[in-house]
């Protein structure tokens, strides 16, 4: 089983570029969602979804956008990066009336 | 918004020593969720509990939802190298399309070998 897949697994940006960071889920889960960590913080809540078609915002969402077109695909993109976007992301699923998340292995990024 | 308190933030033991940590939510939950990161992975479930007074076991980790719905604990015992890494306590007041998990901070356990 793939679980919840991340892609890249590092990438370091100039300020100002754009990227999106991808994840796949093969589980079927409705309920998608996006978590940075920092140092002392622990995960923060970027974007989630609670199912195709439908995203909202989070604890932190500024300067990041998601879309949700598929039930298994939810990027997250960031349309100009800044040093303090420099963190680990994590993408996570569940099913609809599931309380357990599951986990991607996080993306390491690096804004300079 | 809610908090959730972690303690202790870190912690260093010998192997075979138990290990015990707790969150403290300032309001209630309905579900808490322990998991735990390895260094350069993902956090992975270790445990969920989902009633008040519910006392889990997995292997040697022993979780409990407290009474008052506002703490729960995590207990390791008979620590081994391979329980080093980050322990998060998650919290949930709700299911369904409003289900949003509040994390703890997390401990840092480190087991001298």
């Known amino acids: 089983n793939a679980g919840v897949t991340q892609t890249p697994k590092f990438q370091v940006l100039k300020t100002g570029q754009s990227m999106t960071l991808q994840c796949a889920q093969d589980?079927?889960?409705?309920?998608m969602s996006w978590y940075r960590q920092d140092p002392g913080m622990g995960l923060r809540l970027i974007h989630y979804?609670?199912?195709?078609?439908?995203?909202d915002q989070g604890e932190v969402p500024n300067g990041y956008n998601v879309s949700r077109s598929t039930t298994e695909d939810f990027p997250l993109r960031l349309l100009s990066a800044a040093p303090s976007q420099t963190s680990v992301y994590f993408c996570?699923?569940?099913?609809?009336?599931?309380?357990?998340?599951?986990f991607g292995e996080g993306s390491w990024l690096t804004v300079v | 918004g809610q908090q959730l308190n972690q303690s202790p933030q870190s912690m260093f033991i010998q192997e075979g020593e138990d290990v015990s940590m707790n969150c403290t939510s300032s309001s209630i939950f309905n579900t808490w969720l322990w998991y735990k990161q390895d260094p350069g992975e993902g956090p992975v479930l270790l445990i969920a509990?989902?009633?008040?007074?519910e006392l889990t076991s997995n292997g040697r980790l022993t979780a409990q939802f407290g009474i008052t719905r506002k703490d729960s604990f995590l207990n390791i015992s008979a620590s081994i190298p391979s329980d080093v890494g980050i322990y998060f306590c998650?919290?949930?007041?709700?299911?369904?399309?409003?289900?949003?998990?509040?994390f703890g901070k997390g401990t840092l356990l480190t087991v001298n070998p």
């Open positions: 996570a699923s569940r099913t609809g009336g599931g309380n357990t998340i599951y």
């Open positions: 589980m079927n889960h409705e309920y």
């Open positions: 509990l989902y009633k008040a007074g």
């Open positions: 979804s609670v199912g195709a078609g439908i995203t």
């Open positions: 998650a919290g949930s007041i709700s299911g369904g399309s409003n289900y949003k998990l509040t």
